[in-house]
């Protein structure tokens, strides 16, 4: 708090957030980050978080706003993103912070972009990889529109990308570390993406620290169906019932946009959106594996945690993809993200 006045301090601490100063939330959590995780490193001067001991093999880049942590810094590490690149708070990377990002990763072998479906992000990691293509490094870019909720909703043309975003860092991850081509590397992610579909829901707003407001307002008995992870509204403002409840109320679309059937293998995500107990978390889960086997899909891989949130809101989504035994494989390797 080095500078601060005793105004300035008790202008912040209205927000009830654990920080020093709004201007350095970025840079201090990614410092704080890179301390906890010696295996990862942040490039000088910049919002990139590395891998120590880059492979020279194809590398993964993805990123975005930040205040989705562990995405996506936290999925850095063998098997999985070679890099990320952290905008300010819900607001995306530059392209000049993306082309460091792809400087930083290149080994030779090309580069993949996993790019959420936000009009700044699609904008700004395009430009990037127009302007490292020019300097002559293989790059190729895949976007990922998992959420099922709404279309063309605020920030995106089309489906946003949501937590099914973080199959795909695991996925594609994994093939490029068994020394799979670019090529082949992204079209193992563009089949992740045309089988995961997900879907969620909020319970509380969250606060981005620079406005010192909440996102949008809910009643005390109320929830909103399909939030994005950026506050964006959803399908529909409902009173809270039960759990199962709100399961099948998510699954429902999820299945419907999802070509998994009766028979199939699936990779189940619950995923908390920041606030959410993990013990409520487990609760959502058992409403979802009894839904799915009354369907008639057998769950074969089960994460519940907290993966991609959205600072402190409560609620959680649900990611359902669809496996092939490639895919299984995959998603099953070994890695070093801290987050996985």
């Keep these: 708090m080095t500078g601060w006045g005793h105004e300035k301090f008790l202008e912040v601490a209205k927000l009830k957030k654990l920080l020093n100063n709004v201007d350095a939330y970025v840079d201090d959590m990614l410092e704080g980050l890179v301390k906890a995780h010696p295996d990862l490193t942040r490039v000088p001067n910049t919002h990139v978080i590395v891998r120590r001991n880059k492979g020279n093999k194809v590398a993964l880049i993805s990123g975005g706003g930040s205040g989705h942590e562990p995405a996506h ?35 030779g072998q090309g580069v993949l972009l996993v790019i959420k479906n936000y009009t700044g992000d699609v904008m700004n990691f395009e430009m990037a990889a127009e302007m490292a293509q020019a300097e002559g490094i293989s790059v190729e870019r895949v976007i990922v529109d998992d959420d099922v909720a709404v279309e063309d909703s605020t920030y995106t043309v089309g489906r946003r990308g949501i937590a099914g975003t973080v199959f795909v860092h695991k996925i594609a991850g994994a093939a490029a570390e068994a020394g799979k081509s670019l090529a082949e590397v992204k079209a193992v992610a563009e089949r992740v993406i045309q089988n995961v579909a997900s879907m969620g829901m909020a319970m509380s707003p969250c606060t981005v620290p620079a406005s010192g407001e909440p996102s949008f307002e809910l009643g005390p008995n109320e929830m909103e169906i399909g939030m994005g992870i950026h506050g964006e509204p959803g399908t529909k403002r409902v009173p809270l019932v039960g759990a199962e409840s709100i399961v099948n109320t998510l699954l429902e679309p999820i299945l419907a946009n999802s070509p998994a059937k009766s028979g199939d293998e699936v990779a189940v995500l619950v995923n908390g959106l920041g606030a959410t107990p993990l013990s409520e978390l487990y609760i959502a889960n058992l409403s979802v594996h009894q839904a799915l086997a009354d369907k008639g899909l057998k769950v074969v891989q089960t994460y519940v945690g907290e993966y991609m949130t959205s600072l402190e809101m409560a609620g959680f989504s649900i990611s359902v993809l669809r496996l092939d035994d490639e895919l299984k494989s995959l998603l099953t390797a070994p890695t070093t993200a801290p987050a996985w």
């Design 73 to 107: 810094a936290g999925f850095v590490g063998t098997g999985m993103l070679d890099g990320a690149v952290a905008g300010e708070v819900f607001t995306s990377p530059t392209p000049n912070q993306v082309l460091d990002a792809i400087h930083a990763v290149d080994s």
